[in-house]
């Protein structure tokens, strides 16, 4: 995609400080962040599921501090030349009661939520703006992945929940969550926690 439209594509794993930290050095100036990695596992009761605290850990070591670090590379630079967009993506997870199975996914979103809106008051006046973007169900890999799991493991309330969405064509296309990240960025919307079930 990035060959497509002329750009660079450089590949680092978010979780990975060292690796991340010489990728992001490479890229210069940034002016628009958007901090999109994401992961939904672990899946399960958090009693039940052999959680492993070091995988909830590692979950939201992508979702969380891969936000933070993506975004904390960046943003004194853009206040320096006093213009940036900062995007984070959210959930509908972040809010009470969170997605059913998906404790790390919902605490890390309400999380990335809070770290955005911190930003968005700090950075009022400087020309850099950070908004937290709720995209939808998508129809992505992240949905595939989340319907391979047993209602057994998943829970009734998911797995009907996420099944019937795919099988009512009711997931959001990956374009239009793009389009309104798009939207997002060359808009001037500030400070809001953007879900795109209300605002389109
Ligand atoms: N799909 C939904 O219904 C939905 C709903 C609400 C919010 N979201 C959020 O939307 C964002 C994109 O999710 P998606 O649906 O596109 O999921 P996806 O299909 O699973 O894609 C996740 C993306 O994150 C990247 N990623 C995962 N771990 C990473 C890491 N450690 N370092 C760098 N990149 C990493 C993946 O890269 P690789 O392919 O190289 O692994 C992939 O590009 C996520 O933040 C997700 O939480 C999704």
Redesign the pocket.
């Known amino acids: 995609m990035a060959a497509a439209i002329g750009g660079t594509a450089l ?6 400080r060292d690796r ?1 930290s010489s990728v992001l050095q490479r890229f210069g100036e940034v002016d628009i962040v958007v ?6 596992w672990p899946l399960g009761r958090f009693a039940d599921v052999d959680v492993d605290v070091a995988q909830w850990e590692a979950a939201v ?3 969380l501090f ?1 936000a933070v670090r993506v975004v904390g590379a960046q943003v004194s630079g853009m206040v320096a030349r006093g213009y940036g967009r900062i995007v ?6 972040a809010d009470p009661p969170g997605m059913p199975s998906a404790n790390a ?1 919902s605490t890390s ?1 309400a999380a ?1 939520d809070m770290f955005t809106l911190h930003l968005a008051r700090e950075l009022s006046g400087t020309g850099v703006t950070a908004n937290a973007v ?13 319907r391979s799991h047993p209602v057994e493991q998943v829970g009734t309330e998911f797995y009907e929940r996420f099944h019937g969405l795919h099988e009512r064509g009711e ?2 296309a ?1 374009e239009t ?1 793009a389009a309104f990240v798009v939207g997002v960025v060359l808009g001037d919307r500030n400070g809001e926690v953007l879900d795109i079930r209300t605002s389109q």
């Open positions: 590949v680092a794993d978010v979780a990975d991340l901090a999109n990695a994401g992961v939904v070591q992508v979702n891969g984070t993506i959210s959930s509908g997870a996914y979103k990335v709720r995209p939808g169900v998508v129809d992505t890999a992240m949905q595939t992945f989340m997931l959001v990956p969550s």
